[in-house]
């Protein structure tokens, strides 16, 4: 039986009886097979208005270091102050701006600007932090102790949700959502928690207490989610806890193996690594099996220097590391294979602090 003609035709009844009605980003469709990669978009964090889109071209293996300027001449001051995080959702690019205090929203195609959605309330700033999206919605994590809901088609916020102190990553995963509380700037006075939130009601449940100063999560295939955290940078080390996806009861702190303030899933395999030193570049481990496959993923001689952000190619499980250098001169991305070695790397002048990969299809 060929299941590919099966599955299109059944696809196509289904969308004949609902008029394939799309609306916006919101569109449930059937799991397809990857199509592979063009190119990537590489945001650099840099500092004061100096924030970087680049877009690396696989075809003929070119950058250009400042794509969002060559795609908007008429926005010569660029991003902004501090791009934190990028994601794509639909057909858009959501940039997530710290200090300009605003989500920048482009076309994915293109990097066309669309909307700039901003992040200040009652004069206030709200510092937005980290993105994910669901259910056709984009969930914002600020320092201001909420979660603000953007529609995806009005882009603009449509709701508040209140959470612990100074939320970092998020992720969304079947009903709820998953937001590291880190408690950031109450030092020494670190938050410990991950805030529960219902996707239905956009209300937090409760908090689950995870290692100290958490800031990444991310979920593998299961439905399981982990949870990187910082400790205090000195006397407590960073951790890796890890959520029952089927419970939400409570968290395992994963042990002195787990010394990782960031954690990037594809998958089942994890990969574990610090931005602001540590040892290696980063640490694979294999979340279904509990078992680590190798302590430091990369097996041919290729340095990295400061890995910032990570990324793995769901097409090819193509690994892409940034690394910051010194976070003074232009960065790098280096792509491996899955099994360490190194299959090429480009620089993303005059980008400082790359810190975010995006393929494009």
Known sequence: MNFRKTNLAVLSIVCLLNACKKVDDTTIVL????TPSVGAYVLSEGSTNNTKLSYYNKSNNTVIGDFFLQQNPSKPAGLGSIGNDMILYGSKLYVVMNVSNIVTVLNANNAVFIKDISFVSGGVNKGPRYATAARGKVYV????????????????????ITVGANPEGLVASANFLYVANSGGFNFPNYDSTVSLVDLNTELE???IKVGLNPYKVDINTAGNIFVSAYGNYSTIPASISFINGATNSSSINLGSNFSYSNIRISGDIAYLYNNYGGTGTAKVYNTALNSFIRNEFITDSTI????YGLNIDEQNGDVYIADAKNFISAGTVTCFGNNGVKKFSFSVSPGVSPNNIIFKR
Do not use: C, M
Request: glycine share 4%.
């Open 304 to 307: 990295i220097q400061t890995p």
């Open 205 to 207: 449940v409760r908090k």
């Open 31 to 34: 799991p397809v097979e990857i």
């Open 141 to 160: 994590s600020s320092s201001d102790g909420t979660v603000s809901v953007i529609d995806t088609t009005l882009l603009n916020i449509t709701k508040t």
